[in-house]
């Protein structure tokens, strides 16, 4: 991390772009979700993450509009066998996601199955990569102590993720600095980093990127953006 951001020397392009604009609640009509990429393509967020059922729709919304379709896997308790994981990730990518945020499985990390772990991320990751697509590996820390954190992360990177993330946004807490801090000392540069669950706000937005984050989710995505052109003067 070169930079150390504040709402003064923030642009407007490093807020956008460091947004996935999260349209993962239930009951999101189709309706919905298309307004959802709508407002995306206006504030030119970095990417929508979407259900894996509305990808297609969100494709044809967003083409050309330079916002990336990204969507979940294995989604939201990581509980799939490699085998589901893989097969949904490729119906995605068919369908036209290139970002797939993928739960690892929560329960055998802490179980100690790092073997297991690793092979499943790196059964996603094998389905990406002919295609370009990211892979970023959801950790659920509300579940996690420090030290399987650390282990979630490092066993990512070593499957061959782009991204460690810290939660669903589902679970009973989200991001916090402290973990975004343990996560970006847990892998190298090549792997970045994504908060999802509690970056509500343009100061948390800024902290995050100061704390490691290189992503958020967000749907509070008009609030953030609108708020920095207020305090900014624009």
């Known amino acids: 991390m070169t930079d150390r951001w504040s709402v003064e020397t923030i642009t407007e392009e490093k807020v956008a772009g460091t947004i996935d604009h999260s349209l993962l609640r239930p009951e999101l009509t189709t ?3 298309l ?3 709508e407002l995306a393509a206006a504030y030119r967020v970095a990417s929508v993450c979407c259900r894996p059922l509305d990808v297609a729709a969100c494709r044809d919304a967003l083409s050309g509009s330079g916002v990336a379709v990204g969507t ?3 989604f939201p308790h990581g509980a799939s066998t490699s085998a589901v994981k893989e097969a949904e990730a490729r119906r995605a990518l068919d369908d036209g996601a290139v970002e797939l945020d993928m ?3 929560i329960g055998w990390l802490r179980s100690g199955q790092d073997a297991y772990v690793q092979d499943d991320i ?3 990751v094998a389905a990406a990569r002919p295609q370009g697509a990211v892979v970023k590996v959801i950790l659920e820390n509300a579940y996690l102590t420090d030290e399987e954190k650390v282990r979630g992360c490092r066993l990512s990177e070593r499957a061959g993720a782009d991204y460690v993330k810290t939660s669903t946004g589902f679970a009973p807490s989200g991001s916090s600095m402290d973990d975004l801090r343990l996560m970006r000392a847990s892998v190298s540069d090549r ?3 994504k908060a999802a669950g509690g970056i509500r706000t343009l100061d948390l937005l800024v902290e995050g990127l100061n704390a490691g984050m290189d992503r958020c ?3 509070a995505t008009a609030a953030i953006i609108d708020d920095l052109r207020r305090r900014q003067g624009r």
């Open 31 to 33: 309706g919905e979700v």
């Open 122 to 124: 790196a059964a996603v």
């Open 191 to 193: 792997v970045k980093v």
């Open 35 to 37: 307004t959802g990429c």
């Open 103 to 105: 739960v690892l499985a």
């Open 217 to 219: 989710g967000a749907t």
């Open 72 to 74: 979940v896997v294995g």
